[in-house]
């Protein structure tokens, strides 16, 4: 791996070997497969209680030594202890859960219409989630080799035409 992009991990462990470029800020949604009964209606995260839960990030213990906390932040576990979980790092796998298991997937906002486009849509939450910062990870020992420094620049290079050109979805407080 060269570089990884995502939200930045709160609970990384001091001393892991990577570093974060921050880009931009996005809130999380929690999105299910077109046609779900929770779609059209104000929903409270205890909807979601037996639910299934679809992580495009590592769940479980044998990730627990790279975080000071264990678990991932982006899935609330102490609201959700019992929830059957399953991950993947492939999108479309993801998704292609979400709709086979009747469950939810987390996603930022940002990705609302790209989603849409694959079967999933956005929840109405009353309560959700806090805002995330997303950047890049390098790995430290690799940081200054020339094609991670090009990767990492492009990378930063189309985050920021993103970031001028993205709509206004997150109003000031």
């Not at 995502?6 to 070997?17: E, M, Q, S, T, W």
């Not at 679809?54 to 975080?67: A, T, W």
């Not at 050109?165 to 407080?173: A, G």
Request: aromatic content about 8%; overall charge negative.
């Amino acid at each position: 791996m060269l570089a990884s992009v995502g939200h930045r991990v709160p609970d990384l462990a001091p001393g892991i070997g990577a570093e974060f470029k921050g880009f931009f800020r996005v809130k999380d949604m929690c999105y299910v497969a077109k046609g779900h009964p929770l779609l059209g209606r104000k929903c409270t995260m205890e909807d979601l209680i037996d639910m299934y839960v679809v992580n495009s990030v590592p769940l479980g213990k044998e990730f627990s030594k790279i975080l000071t906390v264990s678990g991932v932040k982006n899935i609330p576990e102490e609201k959700f202890p019992e929830n059957p979980k399953y991950w993947s790092n492939s999108l479309v796998t993801c998704i292609d859960m979400v709709k086979r298991t009747g469950g939810f997937t987390v996603f930022p906002l940002d990705m609302a219409d790209s989603l849409d486009e694959l079967g999933l849509q956005p929840l109405d939450l009353d309560d959700g989630f806090d805002m995330e910062e997303v950047g890049v990870y390098v790995l430290t020992e690799r940081r200054n080799e020339p094609e991670v420094k090009d990767l990492v620049r492009r990378i930063s290079a189309s985050a920021e035409r993103y970031k001028a050109t993205r709509k206004d979805q997150y109003p000031s407080k």
